[in-house]
């Protein structure tokens, strides 16, 4: 019988508490999820481990390959649907960060935040993961908006069926083949995951 007369209370809390905090919810940012991957084809992890091992200046390292699989990229796909998709959410991101310290939105954050948004991508495709990667270097000449800083920094790095291409996570303004790149004498670490 106490249960019968509880019931109710607590269901007008919780309706309270859902009327004071919707607001809130309804106004907190939102990312869009970025479109599934589409691949040209699979590699194993040996395939991907040895083509990357290729990229490496002496005494560069590169990170672990955890999957079996990784999809080679589409570049149409990657140009026209995931790039323009992750401009969009790299502004809705940085439009959040405008008040926040400058350690929240440095270059290696977005370098992640550009590897995790690839790696969703694979996720929404239901297969292998992306042949993609966050990669530090040596800033030596500026590239896409981020000038000479004469220190480390963080770039994407995806393999497509046209080659290794290289993107600025913080504007996405420039994909270039990474032997087109100007500091790619400067890698030092590459990471996939």
């Not at 479109?35 to 395939?47: G, M, Q």
């Not at 960060?97 to 977005?110: I, P, Q, T």
């Not at 995790?116 to 030596?140: K, R, T």
Request: glycine share 6%; aromatic share 10%; proline share 6%.
């Amino acid at each position: 019988m106490r249960f019968r007369r509880a019931f109710p209370v607590v269901r007008s809390v919780f309706g309270l508490l859902a009327a004071l905090f919707a607001p809130t919810l309804a106004a907190a940012p939102q990312l869009e999820l970025p479109p599934a991957l589409e691949s040209s084809r699979l590699i194993t992890n040996e395939e991907l481990l040895a083509s990357a091992q290729k990229l490496l200046p002496r005494g560069a390292f590169l990170g672990p390959l955890l999957d079996a699989r990784y999809a080679v990229i589409k570049h149409d796909w990657l140009v026209k649907r995931f790039i323009p998709s992750y401009r969009r959410a790299v502004a809705s991101l940085q439009a959040e960060l405008k008040h926040a310290g400058d350690e929240s939105a440095d270059c290696d954050d977005f370098g992640m935040f550009l590897r995790h948004m690839a790696a969703l991508s694979g996720m929404l495709a239901g297969g292998a993961q992306p042949s993609a990667a966050q990669v530090i270097v040596f800033q030596e000449n500026s590239f896409s908006g981020v000038g000479r800083t004469r220190e480390r920094h963080a770039v994407g790095l995806f393999l497509t069926e046209r080659g290794w291409q290289v993107l600025e996570p913080q504007n996405a303004d420039k994909l270039v083949p990474l032997e087109s790149y100007v500091n790619r004498t400067g890698i030092q670490y590459i990471s996939f995951h």
